[in-house]
């Protein structure tokens, strides 16, 4: 319990019932040595769990990573990867790979 009275989690507890697991560790830095441009800050007290990545055309490369079956979304230009919550680092290495299958897609 802290001072407050509030019970806090172990950083692995796993239940998102009762808690949220950190974001997986290192998935931007991953990412930019996929060849892409991580548009997100690198500096953690100035982001958050989304991690955005340039693309030449973000609404082809959501549709080409979700027929491997890695949900992503667009925004502004960008790929957009929620890497928090629900992710284990073989989601992580999933992305990965078939962002290097996609890396003409990637802006460079």
Known sequence: MDGAGTQLLSPTHASLALGVPPAVPGTIFALAITGGIVVTPRDPARRGALVA???????????ALAGEQVLTSSRDGNLRVSAHCYNTHEDIDQLLSALARHRALLAR
């Open 53 to 63: 990545i340039r693309s030449t055309d973000e609404h082809a490369l959501v549709a």
